[in-house]
């Protein structure tokens, strides 16, 4: 009997060139280095160059997951972009992607869940390659979230960063236990206003800043997290220390303690980024699970635990063993 399940192959990642560290944000905004590290873990944060867009984050990263994987943008049937900044309200980041990257035959678009965004495109993009859509897809993480970012709020600018991350999932039909093991979403719009933006074309026809109760978030954050992993453990007939690797989304490195803790992982299975990255909202995960990779600690065969929440409040979790059988 065949296994068919999507493999996650291949990964890459870009950061735009300009680093701003906490100090030097502290020259233009009422905050300070030691306060940012000790609430946050943060010590800096990329942001994009004047003119630098999301689609050429999102094109740095899908180029370089693709060429880890020895493939062109016509061998790619689905591209799917988690963005909450898109390039503009339309067409589709992911159409001009499309078209950088010429994947002429690929269904091109974006999905908008804030900072789940790259989990719940994981489990779209897994859905639609099982149900017969295409056998390769792009799933793409790209933000430019300092666009958001109202700079005269010192509880909010400091906490985020710009880039992008990009898988390859490919449709295997005897995959064994590699691929996409299990993946729960869950939302509750009770919570909208907790975490959201003060604009948008239907309500008042503005970008809008970034607004947020911090604490709330927070606590939310942690609740929700570990509930959603336990989910996808379940899901998955597996437990805790089945896993090789805790990736999570990186907003402040006190959740991502929490979540170590909870899942009585050992610290040095967890992959921190937060600290060089900020909270790249949708960007994070596959930017965190890209360095792990590039810098060997992530190995084919190694089974990842990914876990996201953002504004909606939208949250997931994904668990994949990663790469292929050799
Ligand atoms: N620099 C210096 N002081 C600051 C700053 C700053 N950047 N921001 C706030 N403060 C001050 C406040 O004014 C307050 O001062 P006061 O006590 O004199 O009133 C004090 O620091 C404490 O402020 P709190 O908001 O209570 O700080 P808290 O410990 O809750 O930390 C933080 C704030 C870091 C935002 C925390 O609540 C948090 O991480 N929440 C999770 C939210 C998150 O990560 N959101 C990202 C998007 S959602 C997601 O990705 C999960």
Redesign the pocket.
Known sequence: MTNQRVLMTAVGSYLPANVVTNETLSSF????DA??RR??GIAQRHLVAEGETTADLAYNAAAKALANVGLTGGDIDLIIIATTTPDNTFPSTATKLQHMIEAKNAIAFDVQA??AGFVYALDIADAMLQSGRGRRALVVGAESFSKLLDWED???????GDGAGAVVLELADDAGDWGIRSSVLHSDGAYRDI?FVDGGPSSNASVGH?R?E??E??RH?VEKLASVMDEALSAASMEARDIDWLVP?Q??V??IDAMQKKMGLPSDRVVRTVEQHA?T?AA?IPLALSAAVDDGRIKNGDVLAME????GLAWGAALVKFGRPS
């Open positions: 905004v009422d905050t300070d306060w940012i609430r946050t804030v900072c010192r509880t909010t600018c400091v906490l985020f975490l970034v947020m911090g604490k978030v927070f954050a989304h907003a402040n006190r959740i909270n909202s994070s996201a929440i953002g504004g």
